[in-house]
C-alpha cells in the first residue's frame, strides 16, 4: 500500500502562484506514471498534468502556460508549480500514482484563488 501526502495548497490572488507537493514513498514511483487532477465546487474529477516515468508531459488546454509538474525520483516526490493563478482553478487537488484507474491517490488539498 502506498501512501501519498500532499502538501502546499491554500489561498492565493488571482495572478499569483502556489506549489504543490506529494510525497509518495514506496519502492515503485520511479516507474510509475505521476499525475495532478482537480474538482472544483459542482464539477467532475479532471487531469490537470500528467508525466510518464520517462519524463513525456502531458497538460490539460485550461493550464497550459500556467502550470509546470515534475518529480524528483530520488525524494520520491511529484510537484506542480501554478502560475499566473484564476479564480477558475479554485479547486481540491488531488496527486496520484500510477494512473487514475489502478494507481494510488492523495487526500486532495484545498487550492482557493481569490480575484
Known amino acids: 500500500q502506498v501512501q501519498l501526502v500532499e502538501s502546499g495548497g491554500g489561498l492565493a490572488q488571482a495572478g499569483g502562484s502556489l506549489r504543490l507537493s506529494c510525497a509518495a514513498p514506496?519502492?515503485?514511483?520511479?516507474?510509475?506514471?505521476v499525475g495532478w487532477f482537480r474538482q472544483g465546487p459542482g464539477k467532475e474529477r479532471d487531469v490537470v498534468a500528467n508525466?510518464?516515468?520517462?519524463?513525456?508531459?502531458k497538460y490539460a488546454e485550461y493550464v497550459k502556460g500556467r502550470f509546470t509538474i515534475g518529480r524528483d525520483n530520488a525524494k520520491k516526490t511529484m510537484y506542480l508549480q501554478m502560475d499566473n493563478l484564476e479564480p477558475d482553478d479554485t479547486a481540491v487537488y488531488y496527486c496520484?500514482?500510477?494512473?487514475?484507474?489502478?494507481?494510488?491517490w492523495g487526500q486532495g488539498i484545498q487550492v482557493t484563488v481569490s480575484s
Open positions: 496520484n500514482l500510477g494512473g487514475p484507474e489502478l494507481g494510488y
Open positions: 514506496g519502492k515503485e514511483f520511479s516507474i510509475l506514471a
Open positions: 508525466m510518464t516515468s520517462g519524463g513525456h508531459v
